[in-house]
């Protein structure tokens, strides 16, 4: 889809963009014959650009955009969303443009949703992109923050809202992070924050596509994206807390989003060990308290990464095993995590402490140091044996 800055190319663009809308009318239309199939096939042809477009938003493509070609971005990304608003009550034009939009894709999923969400998806792509001039940028932003006349408001948890939100950012100096009122709390930072809210517009809206949740959530980035779903899972788990029409499934398991989240994490051993791996003991630990399908995996975990320690007996204390990797703690570490067990909640306190003694039984219920690392953790933090 060319994007050029040449008067030529933006008028070619725009009789393009013309000649949809008038195939567009002719497909809404109830009369049938060649001249509606070519206008269908116009139509495909256009909707089949969108990945193309979303890509180069993302790319070093865009340090050559003036405003005006910018300007053409835009319009197309309204363009599209004029599409999905004349056939989303039309369910076979709207299953052949979902079809071939999904064709040939190499990134994340796209169904017909993303249509009506295309000036937003565009925008934030871009807003992301440090490569875009700042000319062109200035002009992004005033477009999102001062959108065309007769254009909708956005609602109160809708992309768009996003969109200005992210674009007002860019403008202003982040404000200071108040401490957490608790430590054993952490607050996610407000960055995250955004991130966890943009996250949980897509997987609501992306619920009815095919793909589903979990096909937004297989074609995230990492690492920073498993900070992300920490941060989403305590805000779903306050919002969860607050409704006092919450089903009791909903107590039990967490809102829909957030199960889609947990789903996703705890069915794959891989994600989840990284997911851990990374995320500070506090962290986990308040997450278990609000998720107890969570507990009991991390729990696990902890032992499993504990039961690879080996004693120094020339150091006197507890090391790696001789090839290292990503899934393996150090004592401190390791020590440090069963501390924020040991102050969180009653249930997950006592979860904790039976595991450890068990362990320690197994290991011989040995009661000095060096023999058992559970009888060491135990000691360190004062625990009756």
Do not use: I
Request: aromatic share 6%.
């Amino acid at each position: 889809m060319g994007l050029q800055s040449s008067p030529q190319a933006g008028s070619d663009w725009a009789k393009t963009r013309a000649e949809g809308r008038t195939a567009a009318q002719t497909c809404g239309g109830k009369r049938r014959g060649p001249r509606r199939a070519v206008a269908m096939e116009t139509l495909l042809w256009q909707v089949e650009q969108l990945p193309g477009l979303l890509a180069v938003s993302r790319s070093g493509q865009v340090r050559d955009w003036d405003p005006p070609t910018l300007d053409r971005a835009l319009q197309w990304g309204r363009y599209f969303q004029h599409l999905h608003g004349r056939f989303r009550a039309q369910p076979r034009l709207r299953a052949a443009l979902g079809q071939r939009l999904r064709r040939g894709q190499q990134g994340p999923p796209l169904g017909f949703g993303h249509l009506g969400r295309c000036p937003e998806l565009l925008g934030l792509a871009l807003l992301g992109n440090r490569a875009l001039p700042p000319a062109a940028c200035h002009r992004l932003l005033r477009s999102l923050l001062l959108p065309p006349s007769g254009q909708a408001t956005p609602g109160p948890c809708s992309l768009g809202l996003l969109a200005r939100r992210r674009a007002a950012a860019q403008l202003l100096p982040p404000p200071p992070s108040p401490a957490p009122a608790r430590p054993e709390e952490p607050e996610p930072e407000p960055s995250l924050r955004t991130e966890a809210q943009l996250l949980l517009s897509r997987l609501q809206e992306d619920a009815e596509e095919e793909q589903g949740p979990a096909g937004v959530l297989e074609h995230l980035p990492g690492p920073r994206v498993y900070r992300v779903l920490a941060a989403l899972l305590l805000e779903q788990a306050g919002d969860n807390a607050g409704r006092e029409g919450a089903s009791r499934a909903e107590h039990r398991e967490g809102p829909r989003p957030a199960a889609a989240v947990l789903s996703w994490l705890l069915g794959d051993p891989g994600r989840l060990s990284a997911f851990c791996r990374l995320l500070p003991g506090s962290l986990l630990v308040a997450l278990s308290a609000r998720y107890p399908q969570l507990g009991t995996p991390y729990l696990h975990l902890l032992t499993s990464w504990g039961s690879r320690l080996r004693y120094d007996p020339l150091r006197g204390q507890w090391a790696s095993s001789r090839c290292p990797s990503e899934d393996e703690l150090s004592w401190e570490e390791l020590r440090e995590r069963f501390s924020c067990f040991m102050r969180g909640p009653a249930p997950l306190r006592e979860a904790a402490l039976a595991s450890l003694k068990n362990l320690k039984l197994q290991d011989g219920d040995f009661e000095v140091c060096g023999l058992s690392v559970w009888t060491d953790l135990l000691l360190e933090m004062a625990a009756p044996l």
